[in-house]
């Protein structure tokens, strides 16, 4: 599921009416599952291009998915402890594009595989908890069951897209650098950045004006005229 060419062998009432989906989040979440997805179509040259081949290579896989799932833990927990999103979602992507910039300028991939193995330490390191954050983020931001449902499903849906994406862009005519497919997914992930910071801001702002109106009810479960996320009492998490 990662977008590398590696080649690895308060319970709340739901309103009545359905509200406005909110785009932004959709949008992102499509950047960012289209960026974890590309690689879910690879094949083990990295590993090849050491010297393994069959089990050998096929263990060698392993240590940067170890690695993502230790990042993957440790980023959520601390991000549900703290209360914040954008900030570890932008760290995290910064960290996977890392390991892309590692991975485009290693110019000679066959001769020094264990350059671009690093490269997917960092990758697979970033990419992982961000997109575990991005799934929770318009979970935790949409109020009202049948919105959130919607929308839920609507990123997930839109972000699979990018499984499509990465048959196209990691061809096996690139190959070994695979400029194209690591090229788009960098981008991706810049772009992620640049939106997390958009989605920052403007969450701030709008819990800043809602503070001006009125004070956050956290519990929501019992108030009888609940409008969903568009209540100035509710507030965004960013």
Not at 53 to 67: E, G, R, V
Not at 193 to 216: D, G, P
């Amino acid at each position: 599921m990662l977008a590398l060419r590696v080649e690895f062998p308060h319970h709340e009432p739901s309103p009545i009416h359905i509200l406005p989906l909110p785009r932004k989040y959709t949008e992102r979440k499509a950047a960012r599952f289209a960026t974890a997805s590309l690689t879910s179509r690879c094949q083990p040259t990295i590993i090849t291009n050491l010297g393994y081949t069959a089990a050998n290579a096929q263990l060698l896989t392993i240590p940067p998915y170890a690695f993502a799932f230790v990042t993957t833990l440790s980023i959520a927990t601390l991000s549900e402890r703290l209360h914040k999103r954008a900030v570890f979602i932008i760290g995290s992507a910064l960290f996977a594009a890392i390991g892309y910039i590692i991975l485009l300028s290693n110019t000679d991939p066959v001769r020094r595989p264990g350059v671009s193995y690093v490269g997917t330490f960092f990758a697979a390191g970033g990419i992982y908890p961000a997109t575990a954050l991005s799934l929770s983020w318009p979970a935790i931001n949409v109020s009202g069951q049948t919105k959130r449902a919607v929308a839920n499903a609507m990123q997930i849906s839109i972000g699979n897209l990018g499984a499509v994406l990465g048959t196209q862009l990691y061809r096996a005519t690139d190959g070994p650098r695979y400029i194209v497919g690591h090229s788009f997914a960098l981008g991706y992930l810049l772009s992620n950045v640049v939106v997390s910071l958009i989605l920052y801001f403007i969450l701030s702002r709008e819990n800043t004006k809602r503070e001006s109106i009125t004070s956050e009810v956290q519990d929501i479960g019992n108030l009888q005229d609940w409008e969903g996320d568009e209540d100035p009492r509710w507030r965004f998490q960013y």
